[in-house]
């Protein structure tokens, strides 16, 4: 049968960011605050004679898993179950770097630590522009605010226990904005002048954000008028075209635009969840 591990890694939801360009892959990355959620990666490895991915149903792009694996120069068969869209603000690119490196870790007896496996997750992101802070807020749970780039960035993590519901109407190229200069000047200057100390004020600098940045969908107005009029906190998913809210007196407003999903704060970063070295 062989050496088999099964992971998981959380997503999580980016509220405001701020592009920071260093002179390595470490170095650069964001600044920003964001919320690690409960749904995230599962990815399921056994080591095997060649490398063999399937995501979900098969219709999903298996490049970064496969980067994983030759970068480490393994093989495996791998099987990966995603909780929430692609592409739509949830960070699943970097959830399944990290579920990967870990299984990796697990299956081949690598030895690589929690913080480096971090790096590499944070720099396959960077060097591939799939994301800027999602590895770094994503080792670890809770409400995440960063305030370097790179996985030693992290000063705050908070463990607020509201409910929090999201809507997601498709995705945005993360690496199209990312990329583009111009966007990251008006991102730049819409960046929060201070660091949240609660989650209350981590939503009033997302909605902040969102409302100056120039990243806002305009598919996404209605929602955050709607939740605005109810004294419902939202703010949009960063980089996806969805909004994400917290109460439970959210799930009913975004009901009016979409199938809500529910949420929670994660409480820990990856984990193992199964391993079997037989």
Partial sequence: MGRSCVTFAPGHISGYFKRIDGDSVQTTGSLGAGIVIDKGVTVRMQEADKINIKIGDGTADDWLIREVLTSLGVKADVRVTVGMPMGAGFGMSA?????????????????????????????????????????????????????RPGIAGV????????????????????????????????????????????????????????EKSGLLPPNLLPVLAACKEAGVPASMTMLGNGVFAVGPAAEKILQKFGEPVRLHVSSSGPVILEENHV
């Fill in 95 to 147: 959830a399944g770097l990290l579920a990967a490196y870990h299984a990796a870790n697990c299956v081949f007896f690598l030895g690589l630590s929690a913080e480096e496996i971090s790096k590499k997750a944070h720099a396959v992101e960077v060097a591939f522009g799939t994301g800027l802070g999602d590895a770094a807020a994503a080792s670890g749970g809770g409400l995440v605010v960063r305030t």
């Fill in 155 to 210: 000063k705050l993590r908070l463990y607020p226990k509201d409910e929090l519901w999201a809507v997601t109407f498709g995705s945005i190229s993360t690496h199209d904005v990312i990329t583009s200069e111009e966007k990251m000047h008006q991102v730049a200057a819409a960046f929060p002048g201070k660091e949240p100390a609660t989650l209350a004020e981590f939503m009033e600098n997302s909605a902040s954000f969102t």
